[in-house]
Each structure stands twice: as structure tokens, then as C-alpha cells.
């Protein structure tokens, strides 16, 4: 089955940068498709972007597109997003999750889910 696990989560000011890992452990990475969502208090999860098998990528959320970026390591097994300009907004649970087949906005298209990484965006 194979598990994910997310890190690089905490807290920062509004306009920082932060980059949050997702390593994989009991499969390749480079062979899914991998997704990265977040749940706000109160709110419902949503999809954020996702990497595909061949490397392309797909943007999914308004609220982050120009600000965040997805990459991939194969040799270290880990997904990336790379967080910028980080609003207040932004506060959130952070998941990665890997995809059944390609990638999608809803997470009933994901198998594999890490235990999230809180980010707290505050002065």
C-alpha cells in the first residue's frame, strides 16, 4: 500500500516562503500521480494542484494559482509545494495523497493520504 508523510509545516508571517515535503515509503513516487490539499478550520478540504506520472502538473485552487509551485525528486522519492507570499488565508492542514489513476480535484481520486502538516500564516 505504502504510505506518505508530510513535513515542513509551521508557523510563518504574511509574504514568507515556505516549502512542504511529502516523502514516500513502500512505493516509487514517480509511478502516481500525487496531489496536495489543504483543510482550513471550519472549511472543506480543498484541492490545491497535483503532479502527474509524466511530470506534467495541474492547478486546481484560484486562491493559490501564481503563488504555489509542485516538483518532484525521484531520487529522494518526495513530492514538493513550494509556498509563496503566504496570506493569513493560507492557514491550513496540508495533505499530499497519491492519486488512484491521474490527477484530480477531489480527493475520492486519492488512495493514499499523509497525516497532514499544520501551516499557521499570522504576525
Known amino acids: 500500500q505504502g504510505q506518505l508523510a508530510e513535513s515542513g509545516g509551521g508557523l510563518v508571517q504574511p509574504g514568507d516562503s515556505l516549502r512542504l515535503s511529502c516523502a514516500a515509503s513502500g512505493f516509487t513516487l514517480a509511478n502516481y500521480a500525487i496531489g496536495w490539499f489543504r483543510q482550513a478550520p471550519g472549511k472543506e478540504r480543498e484541492g490545491l494542484l497535483c503532479i502527474f506520472k509524466s511530470g506534467g502538473r495541474a492547478m486546481y485552487a484560484d486562491s493559490v494559482k501564481g503563488r504555489v509551485t509542485i516538483s518532484r525528486d525521484n531520487a529522494k522519492n518526495t513530492v514538493y509545494l513550494q509556498m509563496n507570499s503566504l496570506k493569513p488565508e493560507d492557514t491550513a492542514v496540508y495533505y499530499c495523497?497519491?492519486?488512484?489513476?491521474?490527477?484530480?480535484?477531489?480527493?475520492?481520486?486519492?488512495?493514499?493520504w499523509g497525516q497532514g502538516t499544520p501551516v499557521t500564516v499570522s504576525s
Open positions: 495523497a497519491r492519486a488512484y489513476s491521474v490527477c484530480s480535484r477531489e480527493g475520492s481520486r486519492y488512495d493514499v
